[in-house]
């Protein structure tokens, strides 16, 4: 049964950092592409990042710089560590799987069930 489980979600100051893990299921991490996700309270879902299979990482335009996304192959997991934190980073943010990269959300196969992750000023 495929699973996305993250964890790492929580409260900080702006300026602050916070990491992100999802552990996925052995039967697509290795084949999907893997990313996150995030949605404010007042928006729909936005592509943070993406890694493909073999590396190659993309990022939209506020995270470049300040987030860096990661598998590890031998634990099967994601992470996603946030530096310089903003309070418009404030958001639910889903681990999510896709056979192709995560261009949008029509793209994402499997989500996980999303962590909340909360900056104040």
């Known amino acids: 049964q495929v699973s996305l489980v993250e964890s790492g979600g929580g409260s900080v100051e702006a300026g602050g950092s916070l990491r992100l893990s999802c552990v996925v299921s052995?039967?697509?991490?290795?084949?999907?592409?893997l990313g996150w996700f995030r949605q404010a309270p007042d928006g729909g879902r936005t592509m943070v990042a993406d890694?493909?299979?073999?590396?190659?990482?993309r990022y939209s335009d506020f995270a470049k710089g300040r987030f860096t996304i990661s598998r590890d192959n031998a634990e099967s997991s994601l992470a996603l560590q946030m530096n310089s934190l903003r309070p418009e980073d404030t958001a639910v943010y889903y681990c999510?799987?896709?056979?192709?990269?995560?261009?949008?959300?029509?793209?994402?196969?499997?989500w996980g069930q999303g962590t909340r992750v909360s900056v104040s000023a």
């Open positions: 890694i493909a299979s073999d590396g190659r990482t």
């Open positions: 052995d039967d697509i991490f290795s084949r999907y592409c």
């Open positions: 999510a799987a896709g056979r192709v990269c995560l261009f949008g959300e029509d793209y994402v196969n499997y």
